[in-house]
T-cell receptor, first 109, second 116 residues
Framework: DAKTTQPPSMDCAEGRAANLPCNHS???????VYWYRQIHSQGPQYIIH???NNETNEMASLIITEDRKSSTLILPHATLRDTAVYYC??????????FGKGTHLIIQP | DSGVTQTPKHLITATGQRVTLRCSPR?????VYWYQQSLDQGLQFLIQ???????AKGNILERFSAQQFPDLHSELNLSSLELGDSALYFC???????????????FGEGSRLTVL
């Protein structure tokens, strides 16, 4: 799995868009970028993943740069319930996921 | 609700003892993963099973073992427990497409083990 770098923590005001960056400069061509989040001591929750193109689902949008060295997860209208640790993971088709330390996103009222 | 069920939710035991954690994957998922999360180590991948066979092994201690049964539920056995084994243990399951895990893992709520 590619090494990923994320800021340890971020704040965002409730109702605003939360933009979480991730650097993955060593990602290989067949590695997908996955995002998960973990709300305090609960099981991690899958959010979204992508390879080259930008992706959007009901939870978030994923913007991947053209060179694929970085990506941004966007929560369009953050709520207090979005306070969690967000993990960015580079993964090939091989099984298993390696979680790093992630970004602790705190949504402020 | 992810559809993955883990029991027990909480377990307190003493050093040297042995415990078994149980996981029922989502209906139809053939692949089961076990993770350990302690305060100082983060989420650590332990082991993966696919349709009853061991598929991948991570940082799993020799004192720990796992298996997946024909009905696809899995058990993680922890023996000769030490204080440092106190942690949250998560099970996850995923679908398999074209022989490869999809990367969309569905996690249970975990089993919190406390070793005194």
């Amino acid at each position: 799995d590619a090494k990923t770098t994320q800021p340890p923590s971020m704040d965002c005001a409730e109702g605003r868009a939360a933009n979480l960056p991730c650097n993955h400069s060593t990602i290989s061509g067949n590695e997908y970028v996955y995002w998960y989040r973990q709300i305090h001591s609960q099981g991690p929750q899958y959010i979204i993943h992508g390879l080259k193109n930008n992706e959007t689902n009901e939870m978030a949008s994923l913007i991947i740069t053209e060179d694929r060295k970085s990506s941004t997860l966007i929560l369009p209208h953050a709520t207090l319930r979005d306070t969690a640790v967000y993990y960015c993971i580079g993964r090939t088709g091989a099984d298993g996921l390696t979680f790093g330390k992630g970004t602790h996103l705190i949504i402020q009222p | 609700d992810s559809g993955v069920t883990q029991t027990p939710k909480h377990l307190i035991t003493a050093t040297g003892q042995r415990v078994t954690l149980r996981c029922s994957p989502r209906s139809g998922d053939l692949s089961v993963y076990w993770y350990q999360q302690s305060l100082d180590q983060g989420l650590q991948f332990l082991i993966q099973y696919y349709n009853g066979e061991e598929r991948a092994k991570g940082n799993i201690l020799e004192r720990f073992s796992a298996q997946q049964f024909p009905d696809l539920h899995s058990e993680l056995n922890l023996s000769s427990l030490e204080l440092g084994d106190s942690a949250l243990y998560f099970c996850a399951s995923s679908a398999i497409r074209q022989g490869v895990g999809t990367g969309e893992l569905f996690f249970g709520e975990g089993s919190r083990l406390t070793v005194l």
